[in-house]
T-cell receptor
C-alpha cells in the first residue's frame, strides 16, 4: 500500500521560533498533498491543499504567511510554522493523493508540535 | 452550511457488536469514508461508500443511504484493540473531505 512519512514525529520549540515539518510519499507520486491540524478531542481541520509546482490553497482563517507550504516535488511537501506561539501547539497531519481528486488520500503518521 | 453528525462517545463490551451512526448535510456528495484513529496517531482508512447499501470487510461493515444522508459503521466481534475514535468524512462536490468530530469507542472486557 501507499506509504506517507512525516518528520519529525514530535517537536518542542520555543515561542517565536520556526519549525519545519516534512511530508514524503515513499512509494508513489503525490500530485496533491493536504495539511491538517487536529486539536485534542477535535476532528481534523484542513489547513491547505498543495499541488506540486504551484502555490498552496489555504482554507479560510489559515494565515498563509504563518504556515508556509512548499510542494517542490511529487514526493515532498513541507509545512513551516513561522514565529510559533503556544496556541500553535497541535497535531499536524499530512496526507497525499496520487489522483486529481482527493479520493485516495494516504495519511502520514502526524507530527506533535509543542510550543513553550 | 456543511455538517457531519456522529455521537461523541460509545461504550461496548468485548466480543459484542456496535453500530456507529453518521448523518450528513453537504454541498454535493462524492462518497463517504470511515477512518479509525487511535490516540496520538493519524487516521487509518476503513471504508468508502458511494452507492447505497452495505459494504462488508471482515469484522467491519459500512452502510450508506444517500437519500437519508445517513451512514453507519458496524463493528462485530469487538476486540480491545478496537478502542479508538471513528471518524466519518464526506467528500463534497469540490472533492474536499468534510470531517465529523469523531466517535470515541470504549471497549470494556
Amino acid at each position: 500500500g501507499a506509504v506517507v512519512s512525516q518528520h519529525p514525529s514530535r517537536v518542542i520549540c520555543k515561542s517565536g521560533t520556526s519549525v519545519k515539518i516534512e511530508c514524503r510519499s515513499l512509494d508513489f507520486q503525490a500530485t496533491t498533498m493536504f495539511w491538517y491540524r487536529q486539536f485534542p478531542k477535535q476532528s481534523l481541520m484542513l489547513m491547505a491543499t498543495s499541488n506540486e509546482g504551484s502555490k498552496a490553497t489555504y482554507e479560510q482563517g489559515v494565515e498563509k504567511d504563518k504556515f508556509l507550504i512548499n510542494h517542490a516535488s511529487l514526493t515532498l511537501s513541507t509545512l513551516t510554522v513561522t514565529s510559533a506561539h503556544p496556541e500553535d501547539s497541535s497535531f499536524y497531519i499530512c496526507s497525499a493523493a496520487s489522483g486529481t481528486n482527493s479520493y485516495e488520500q494516504y495519511f502520514g503518521p502526524g507530527t506533535r508540535l509543542t510550543v513553550t | 452550511g456543511q455538517n457531519i453528525d456522529q455521537p461523541t462517545e460509545m461504550t461496548a463490551t468485548e466480543g459484542a457488536i456496535v453500530q456507529i451512526n453518521c448523518t450528513y448535510q453537504t454541498s454535493g456528495f462524492n462518497g463517504l469514508f470511515w477512518y479509525q484513529q487511535h490516540a496520538g496517531e493519524a487516521p487509518t482508512f476503513l471504508s468508502y461508500n458511494v452507492l447505497d447499501g452495505l459494504e462488508e470487510k471482515g469484522r467491519f461493515s459500512s452502510f450508506l443511504s444517500r437519500s437519508k444522508g445517513y451512514s453507519y459503521l458496524l463493528l462485530k466481534e469487538l476486540q480491545m484493540k478496537d478502542s479508538a475514535s471513528y471518524l466519518c468524512a464526506v467528500m463534497d462536490s469540490n472533492y474536499q473531505l468534510i470531517w465529523g468530530a469523531g466517535t470515541k469507542l470504549i471497549i470494556k472486557p
